[in-house]
């Protein structure tokens, strides 16, 4: 099956400054990458996704970029706030396939 | 509401006890999925449902884990005689269509096995 590994686990950034997480998959047919923000005490929220005929998608301060030949993906945060603070989450699904492989998790903390 | 409701919020068992966590899908959604979040983990896939097709139980982790689903509505995952390694966090998600997009999630059932 598909295995998601994510990095960096932890990452702490000044307000203002940009956050970069990291995903690898392997499984070359995968091809939707949806990226999950998980607040405290709350359930995974989609916030961004990608689809692998496109190579880079944003949505006003984050960004998804995707390089299918290396099998791996990206998260691009831009002019952090606090309110970016949260677990983050990659995952990817095969064609034809309903199950999300999720990664690890990257806990973003942004220092005021 | 509108979201995926989970319950219990939080349980907490003995050792050896059977425990029932229920889902509550967002109407209309037709696949329901339940994850397993342990402690400073991932989501770990445990079973899929999609409308009346048979479930796909290829993540239980033993034959302690079941899980039911009534038509496309609630569904009821249960662990029997449960042990310290089943604490976690049970999350439930569903969504629309065969070969979904987004998965909506519930807010997750913490489950403390002493």
């Known amino acids: 099956g598909e295995n998601v590994e994510q990095h960096p686990s932890t990452l702490s950034v000044q307000e203002g400054d940009s956050a970069v997480i990291k995903c690898t998959y392997s499984?070359?047919?995968?091809?939707?990458f949806p990226w999950y923000k998980q607040e405290l005490g709350k359930g995974p929220q989609l916030i961004i996704d990608?689809?692998?005929?496109?190579g880079e998608k944003k949505d006003q301060r984050i960004a998804v970029t995707l390089n299918k030949t290396a099998k791996h993906f990206s998260l691009h945060i831009t002019e952090t706030q606090p309110e970016d603070s949260a677990v983050y989450f990659c995952a990817a699904r095969g064609s034809n396939d309903y199950k999300l492989s999720f990664g690890a998790g990257t806990t973003v903390t942004v220092r005021a | 509401g509108a979201g995926v409701s989970q319950s219990p919020s939080n349980k907490v068992t003995e050792k050896g006890k059977d425990v029932e966590l229920r889902c509550d899908p967002i109407s209309g959604h037709t696949a329901l999925y339940w994850y397993r979040q342990r402690l400073g983990q991932g989501l770990e896939f445990l079973i899929y449902f999609q409308g009346n097709s048979a479930p796909d139980k290829s993540g239980l982790p033993s034959d302690r884990f079941s899980a039911e689903r009534t038509g496309e509505s609630v569904s009821t995952l249960t662990i029997q005689r449960t042990q310290q390694e089943d604490s976690a966090v049970y999350l439930c998600a569903s969504s629309i269509g065969r070969v979904p997009g987004e998965l909506f999630f519930g807010e997750g059932s913490r489950l403390t096995v002493l």
């Open positions: 990608i689809r692998s005929n496109v």
């Open positions: 499984d070359s047919a995968s091809n939707y």
